[in-house]
């Protein structure tokens, strides 16, 4: 989040555009590309095939979020965009809509929370994965329906091929070689992978700042708008999330992984399609950028909330006693439990 506030700040105030004009080099020569792929690819480094097949024991909990991720979160945003407001700041609304789930702050706060990590790491994986063929029919639906309010022209097919090579494609390379890679950066006394992919999300944002600085500019008196719809798009998915796994009736530990995975939306993704199909429109990457800070701050909220109801003084049991009730009621937490080693 620090990152995230500094690079944008820094580059906003570059009045001498020292850092806009190397973002800019960088973005002329295939930088976002290369970053978007690198993402993919060390977050395939760092998914278990061995969790995966765990999470398939889950469907109907997978079933929920994806519904949350691919039409709750869109026809939500359709909704939101009869809001007065700038085309720019609907195209952002829609991009963001469109979105999979993250890469790893959904997980890691599933797995805080006490939630199923194995489920979650599932979710990840099939949307990120299905968002190669439904984001862009997504986007072409949603823009299709305030056409006049908008000037993108939108090439859906060529949209997939590129998210095909920059996301499929990556993502399965590095799940394959996860062994030999982790191995080789251990040897190496390389970073952490979740230390990479937060620099190269920094660097992607940087470079999506570079190509709409004035834009932003411009646009400033925009952010208690773009702040107020954040939270409101975002506030309704975790609504959805609370309301899915109550209607499923998924125990403890599940619907940790539906509310987390439902309503957060990768960052990276959309900044590449934003610098790729409207870059006109700086208001959409100050909006992907607004919403992905505030659902950072939201679920920190929940992920405490949540914590302090699963806590033994709460139940008024010892841990080891929830733990028990949690794995009669559900063999999945049982999995959790021995994977994790908890007590």
């Not at 700041?89 to 990590?117: E, K």
């Not at 709460?314 to 733990?323: E, I």
């Amino acid at each position: 989040m620090i990152g995230l506030i500094g690079v944008t700040a820094l580059t906003v105030v570059d009045d001498a555009e020292i850092s806009v004009r190397w973002g800019l080099w960088l973005k002329a020569h295939h930088g976002p590309d290369a970053i978007i792929a690198a993402i993919f690819f060390v977050s395939g480094l760092t998914l278990k095939k061995e969790t995966l097949w765990q999470g398939l024991m889950d469907l109907k909990a997978i079933g929920g979020a994806l519904f949350l991720i691919f039409i709750l979160a869109p026809l939500w945003a359709l909704a939101l965009a009869q809001w007065p407001m700038g085309p720019g700041l609907v195209a952002g609304l829609f991009l963001v809509a469109s979105m999979p789930t993250t890469l790893s702050s959904g997980v890691v706060m599933t797995g805080s929370a006490g939630g199923n990590t194995a489920t979650a790491l599932l979710i990840t994986i099939v949307s990120n994965v299905a968002s190669v063929v439904v984001t862009p029919l997504l986007l072409e639906f949603l823009l299709g329906q305030t056409m006049e309010s908008t000037t993108v022209v939108l090439d859906t097919r060529a949209l997939m091929v590129t998210l095909t090579f920059l996301v499929l494609t990556p993502l399965a390379l590095g799940m394959s070689l996860r062994r030999p890679f982790l191995s080789l950066m251990e040897g190496t006394r390389c970073p952490h992978p979740g230390t990479l992919n937060t620099f190269f999300v920094i660097m992607i944002v940087w470079l999506g700042v570079c190509g709409s600085r004035h834009t932003i500019l411009r646009g400033l008196n925009l952010m208690p708008l773009v702040l107020a719809l954040a939270v409101v798009l975002h506030g309704g998915l975790l609504a959805g999330g609370f309301l899915m796994a109550r209607s499923l009736g998924l125990s403890v530990g599940r619907r940790e992984a539906v509310i987390f995975m439902g309503g957060q939306k990768t960052l990276p993704l959309s900044v590449l399609i934003q610098t790729a199909i409207f870059p006109q429109y700086g208001e959409a990457l100050v909006f992907c950028v607004g919403h992905h800070l505030v659902h950072l701050i939201m679920d920190g909220g929940v992920l405490s909330l949540l914590k302090t109801a699963q806590s033994p003084s709460a139940h008024g049991m010892p841990q080891s006693a929830q733990w028990a009730v949690h794995e009669a009621c559900d063999p999945m937490v049982k999995a959790q439990r021995d994977g994790k080693g908890l007590p």
